[in-house]
């Protein structure tokens, strides 16, 4: 997409305000319990760094990065590991940190993954919620905000790598549909 147009859908605040409930509601489920946070890579680096600044719990942080090949702006629902946790989770609660929950399937297959290694637990933490998109039957335990089926970016979520940095939450229009509006 050439000159996308960014529309502001949630602010710097809003995130922020999002952000300390669910840390809220994890700190008081997980009060007296060991709990390990895995992120997926890249997009909800900026949801973890600040979720955790707000937990009142200890915790133990892994990375794990998730291929899915396709075109564009559209998965091919095939998912592949590209950086595995190096955290053993046998007989631990594991809370899966993720930016935006979309077609289902890269949760599916890391939740289906995760459970080989047979931990107490594995539930969800999601940012936002494209349930217009679902494929699979997955819904995220925690979640901060469900949002319509439009392709966002900001606030760690890429387009090409571009516009991790900004610190609030766009939704992309092309210059042609722009016009449209105009």
Known sequence: MDNPHLNLMISEEEISSLVKKLAEQISLD???????????????FM??????RHLRIPVKIDFVRLASYGSGMKSSGLVEI???????????????????????RTLQFLKERLALSKPRSVKVCALLD?????????????L????????VVGYGIDFDEG????????????PEQEKEKG
């Open 30 to 44: 997980y009060e007296g319990k060991e709990l390990i946070l895995i992120c997926i890579l890249k997009g909800a």
């Open 47 to 52: 949801f973890l760094a600040d979720l955790i």
């Open 82 to 104: 590209t950086k595995d946790i190096e955290t053993p989770i046998e007989g631990k609660d594991v809370l899966i940190i993720e930016d935006i929950v979309d077609s289902g």
């Open 130 to 142: 494209k349930k217009a998109r679902r494929e699979v039957t997955i819904e995220a335990d925690y």
């Open 144 to 151: 901060g905000k469900e949002i319509e089926d439009v392709f």
């Open 163 to 174: 516009y991790r940095n900004l610190p609030e939450i766009f939704y992309v229009t092309s």
